[in-house]
């Protein structure tokens, strides 16, 4: 009986560090959405605000907040806001602008 219950446990310890990522892992995971993102944007230069944010695996999608310049002549280097989700299973970025998370800026 105590060697079952000796076997259970070191089973169970076993399986839960099988499912944990390494910090290198989670390093690679966070380049892949970066790169992913950054080439699926519309701004000129995005840059991350933060860092991704991790949903459950059953979500299936990591989102990440993008800033950079709009391109078009007409927008005149204003800065924008794409927010980017990034699907887990087919590696693909999507993005879609919003500006509206920012506070507007005051004329003064």
Same mark, same amino acid.
């Given at each position: 009986?105590?060697?079952?219950?000796?076997?259970?446990?070191?089973?169970?310890?076993?399986?839960?560090?099988?499912?944990?990522?390494?910090?290198?892992?989670? +390093?690679? @995971? =966070?380049?892949? %959405?970066?790169? *992913?993102?950054?080439?699926?944007?519309?701004?000129?230069?995005?840059?991350?605000?933060?860092?991704? +944010?991790? @949903? =459950?695996?059953? %979500?299936?999608? *990591?989102?990440?907040?993008?800033?950079?310049?709009?391109?078009?002549?007409?927008?005149?280097?204003?800065?924008?806001?794409?927010?980017?989700?990034?699907?887990?299973?087919?590696?693909?970025?999507?993005?879609?602008?919003?500006?509206?998370?920012?506070?507007?800026?005051?004329?003064?």
């Amino acid at each position: 009986m105590k060697s079952c219950i000796l076997t259970f446990i070191c089973l169970a310890t076993f399986t839960a560090q099988a499912n944990a990522s390494s910090p290198d892992a989670w +390093a690679v @995971f =966070d380049k892949a %959405v970066l790169a *992913s993102c950054t080439k699926a944007s519309q701004l000129k230069s995005p840059n991350p605000i933060g860092t991704a +944010a991790q @949903f =459950d695996d059953r %979500v299936g999608y *990591s989102a990440l907040l993008l800033q950079g310049q709009y391109p078009q002549k007409h927008m005149k280097g204003q800065q924008g806001t794409e927010l980017c989700l990034y699907n887990k299973k087919t590696k693909t970025a999507y993005v879609t602008e919003w500006d509206s998370i920012r506070p507007p800026v005051k004329a003064q």
